[in-house]
């Protein structure tokens, strides 16, 4: 019998194995016959990234910089320092991966989960059924979880589908994000261009596929120029509950994940921190409170999407128009923080005339923010 078994290999079950393996017996199991490969951008908050420990030899570029696009206008928010990374998710997971088997973790690639039977996993591996015990259970599952349909979760939230291609182009400044924001092209998110180096950059949005081609004839990149292609969808919004008895949701799986950005790397692994304790403690009672802060980002965040996409473009090229002014650059520069955007948004709130500024734009939907 295991201490913990891990439904689902990607980066949050890897790192939450990686945290568990020396000190309990661990078992991982993995659908697919590899890891990576997940449509992902790959972006981590610099801070985040350090304070999780994560390898630096996933990192292939540093962003200290973002240049922010409307229909009309634009600009930009540069800082000295790293303030973001693009991994590479592949190498990610697979260091991860190493980290927990040289602690002791078990692995099973090719290994799906079908379901709970007389509380054991029920698994299939090349066809063939089996069962294993543990005395806890972890759904690391990703967005369609498994696990939390076995335990009943039910979720509350908007589930899209999301696109990333990598494309050949010119991207000289490699040390910027470009974020781009019209409503006509896609009404549901933003796109982004994420330089690699700068020949190659991973472009994508969430919503639909249309938008995304439409905004690369826009940014002049060709889709005959793209060497990757990936499909994948997000959940923002709630499922509830994160705990069930013995098992317990984490990452994707719990839609652990920004509502504003979709970016659900991090909130995964500092909320599978909070679950690592509690399985150490032999209580998964205390996950929930311990994952508190993530959990009050998450419904700001949440706050802030539906303002949003409350708002058509003519309010956007308003907003920009705020946000583009030197005051509200130096708040930015000063208070950004690529995970905590509650932080950010109420210190622009704050600032006396950006907040009047912004009050004329929307006063029901602002005051709904504070
Ligand atoms: C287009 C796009 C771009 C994104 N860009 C970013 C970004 O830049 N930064 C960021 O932080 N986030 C980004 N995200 C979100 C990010 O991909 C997820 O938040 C992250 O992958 C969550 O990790 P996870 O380990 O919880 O789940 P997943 O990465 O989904 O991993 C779940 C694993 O479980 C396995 N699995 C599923 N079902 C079973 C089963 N029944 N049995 C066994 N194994 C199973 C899967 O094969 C998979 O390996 C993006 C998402 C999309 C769609």
Redesign the pocket.
Known sequence: MYDVMI?????????LASLLASRLKVFV????GS?G????????GAESYEKLGLPKKAVINSFRGARFYSKIQSFEIERKTPQAY?VD?KIL?KELAREAIKKGAEYSLE????GFKNGRAL?QKHGELFEVEAKFYVG????????AKEIGARAKGEFL????MEVVGNFERKEFVEVWVNKELNKDFFF?V?PIDEGLA?V???GKLDSLYAFMKMRMLKESSAVEF?????GIGVRKPWVKGNVAL????AL???PL????????MFCAHGLAYAIKQGNLKLYENICKDIKREIAFGLRARKLFRNLNQEKIEDIFEILGSREAVEVIEQTADFDEHAKTIKALLKHPKLLAKLLKISPTLIRYLL
Not at 7 to 15: C, D, F, L, R
Not at 29 to 32: S, V
Not at 161 to 164: K, L, R
Not at 261 to 268: C, D, K, L, N, S
């Open positions: 439904i689902g290999a990607g980066p949050v079950g890897n790192y199991i993995e659908q697919k890891f490969g997940k449509a992902c951008t790959g972006i981590i693009l998710r997971e290994t799906r989960f079908m698994l690391a599952d990703g967005v369609s979880s498994r696990v589908p999301g696109f990333e982004w994420a991973r994508g949005t969430i990936k499909a994948g969808s997000v984490v990452g994707d799986a652990q994940l920004k950005t979709a970016g659900g790397i991090a909130y995964g």
